[in-house]
DNA sequence: AAGGTAGACAACCGCCCTGCT
DNA sequence: GAGCAGGGCGGTTGTCTACCT
């Protein structure tokens, strides 16, 4: 048992839409509206399927519409929104006027996704990939942490291994960490003939680990239960570097005042931060869009991602305008 | 110049939700 | 409450183009 399909299959044509097409369903919807998708084509006198009609009015003919390219606002909001919501495209389209789900979708897909790759952040959780792999060895004995480092990744398994078992490594010997300071991107300049940044930052990112872990962890070995009984393993503020466009920074973690519309907050090991930030969406939302509104029962539905020990941008409540009609 | 490859974007597919009867 | 149609949504695929070898 399946469902009626939406149009006969054989009937219609599929594939790109030409310009005599699109003039006709724009001509017909300005006169009639998009009451019933079904009749529009048959009316339009398109042999197009309802559905491919409505997709291509909403994503692409439109008249409030933008089809340049994004721009750096436009990046920070999605990368901001799909911090929280995920892959809740349409959620976060809603927050770009002229924008559409696709768009922003496809936009994510193709670049925005290797451009946080590339700065070692990962995009699905938009923690740093140094701090996912801390929080690995956390749950793993060191002959595991070993085993999984030498599989998963690979070409600097050694120094993985190294944030691991905090066996010192010289990572090639080329710099002192404390000698490039925070600055990510100027440690990077520093080694333009290396192509893969995600690696050196990485690197970077464990070094400056293996340096501060002393002062700040209060045991050096992030599996005994007994120094570190919380289930999120504390990397130091430093680890964090300042990458243009994506900053993190010491407030990140429950201090306040970084205007940085690229900082985010990492929760960690308590929710206190994403839970104020939920208080504040719902306050905000509530206040703009009224109590039963559909933005605000969004935010309510998302208490699970809030809830969860994962990263919450520093987002300003004022960013979150009201959803598109 | 030709073929291969990757990026960008448009379009489609199928599942799900909602509202109507 | 069940069945159905319309529409929304996220994931995936197809196509075009630019760049590289």
């Not at 901001?80 to 959620?91: C, I």
Request: aromatic content about 8%; glycine content about 6%.
């Amino acid at each position: 048992m399946g469902r009626i399909p939406c149009c006969e299959k054989d009937n219609v044509k599929r594939g790109q839409w030409t310009p005599e097409e699109d003039h006709k369903l724009s001509s017909y919807i300005a006169q009639h509206g998009t009451r019933n998708w079904r009749l529009i084509p048959k009316n339009a006198g398109l042999q197009r399927c309802g559905k491919s009609c409505r997709l291509r009015w909403t994503n692409y003919l439109r008249p409030d519409l933008k089809h340049g390219q994004f721009s750096d606002s436009e990046e920070q909001t999605i990368v901001k929104l799909h911090s929280v919501f995920g892959n809740r495209w349409s959620l976060i389209a809603a927050q770009l006027p002229g924008r559409t789900d696709n768009d922003v979708k496809n936009h994510w897909n193709t670049k925005l996704k290797k451009k946080l790759s590339g700065m070692g952040i990962d995009p699905v959780t938009h923690k740093p990939f140094s701090h996912l792999m801390a929080e690995i060895a956390t749950t793993l004995a060191p002959p595991q942490a070993a085993h999984l480092a030498e599989a998963a990744l690979g070409c600097f398994k050694d120094e993985v291994l190294h944030l691991l078992t905090k066996k010192p490594i010289n990572f090639h010997g080329q710099h002192s960490a404390a000698a490039l300071g925070n600055n990510f991107t100027d440690y990077i300049n520093c080694k333009s003939d290396e192509k893969d940044a995600t690696v050196e930052k990485i690197k970077f990112d464990l070094s400056k680990a293996m340096q501060q872990e002393s002062e700040m962890m209060p045991s050096n070995k992030p599996w005994d239960s007994t120094a570190n009984t919380s289930a999120s393993f504390v990397m130091p503020y430093s680890v964090f570097p300042t990458i243009s466009g994506y900053q993190f920074s010491p407030s990140s973690f429950g201090n306040k005042g970084d205007a940085s519309p690229w900082s985010q907050s990492v929760c960690t090991g308590s929710t206190c931060t994403a839970m104020d930030r939920q208080s504040q969406l719902h306050e905000k939302l509530e206040e703009e869009n009224g109590d039963d509104s559909e933005a605000t029962k969004e935010i309510r539905n998302l208490s699970n991602i809030f809830n969860s020990d994962c990263v919450v941008w520093d987002l300003p409540a004022d960013d979150l305008i009201n959803p598109m009609v």
